[in-house]
């Protein structure tokens, strides 16, 4: 491995994997504040255990995908996560002063829904290009696994087109006696055999659902509950 990449990779549990060239200091500090509140609210508050970091590409891009628990959970996967992830949220959320400026800190990607949305896949697609993670929940939704909702085929879609594997996620939150956060990384899935610029439907609902029957496994949702 080249020497640049260990250096990336070793900037898994700060914030500067986030850190741009134009970034002004003021912008770093607010990024390193966030980033220490966050992990240690989440470690005191729901004494957050992380499984499975091996199974995370040292370097090289990589999609990754879990379990859509609710907005309080989302930035775990961010934070936790030991290589830096570009995740895709809805345009709504910027419409939140708050949710914006924390948005922009982490390079949080902007998607219209149901919409063509040409900027973000682009931006989605620079982020892969340039070796990095991008994050989705495929459910769309939060708790769509416990809805019933159809998983959409937006991160197959990514992972098939530009030939990089997906890293499931599953993110169990126990209630018993207190709430607790259990992250699990799964093992890397290779779809390299169904590369296509232009990928069928048949074969990105082959691959999603795949995908999805790994992260309910891995966020150990009881079958009953999906149906």
């Not at 628990?69 to 989302?74: G, N, P, T, Y």
């Not at 219209?112 to 769309?140: A, H, T």
């Not at 018993?176 to 590369?195: A, M």
Request: aromatic share 10%.
């Amino acid at each position: 491995m080249k020497k640049d990449k260990q250096e990336k990779y070793n900037f898994g549990n700060s914030s500067k994997k986030f850190d741009h060239e134009n970034d002004s200091w003021w912008t770093k500090v607010q990024r390193r504040f966030v980033w220490i509140v966050l992990r240690f609210f989440y470690r005191a508050v729901y004494r957050i255990k992380i499984e499975g970091t091996e199974n995370v590409p040292k370097d090289g891009a990589f999609v990754i995908c879990g379990n859509h628990v609710d907005f309080s959970k989302v930035p775990v996967i961010v934070l936790f996560t030991p290589r830096k992830v570009n995740f895709m949220a809805k345009i709504e959320l910027f419409d939140n002063p708050a949710l914006a400026w924390l948005g922009r800190l982490f390079d949080v990607i902007p998607v219209k829904r149901g919409k063509q949305d040409v900027e973000s896949m682009k931006r989605s697609l620079k982020v892969l290009n340039s070796g990095e993670g991008l994050g989705l929940f495929p459910e769309g939704t939060r708790k769509g696994i416990e809805k019933g909702v159809k998983a959409k085929n937006g991160a197959s879609f990514m992972a098939l087109r530009t030939n990089k594997p997906i890293v499931p996620v599953g993110i169990e939150v126990t209630k018993k006696p207190f709430p607790k956060i259990i992250v699990r990384f799964g093992k890397l899935l290779d779809y390299s055999q169904y590369h296509s610029k232009t990928p069928e439907k048949e074969v990105l609902e082959k691959v999603t659902d795949e995908m999805m029957d790994i992260i309910i496994d891995l966020a150990k949702i009881k079958t009953e509950e999906v149906m």
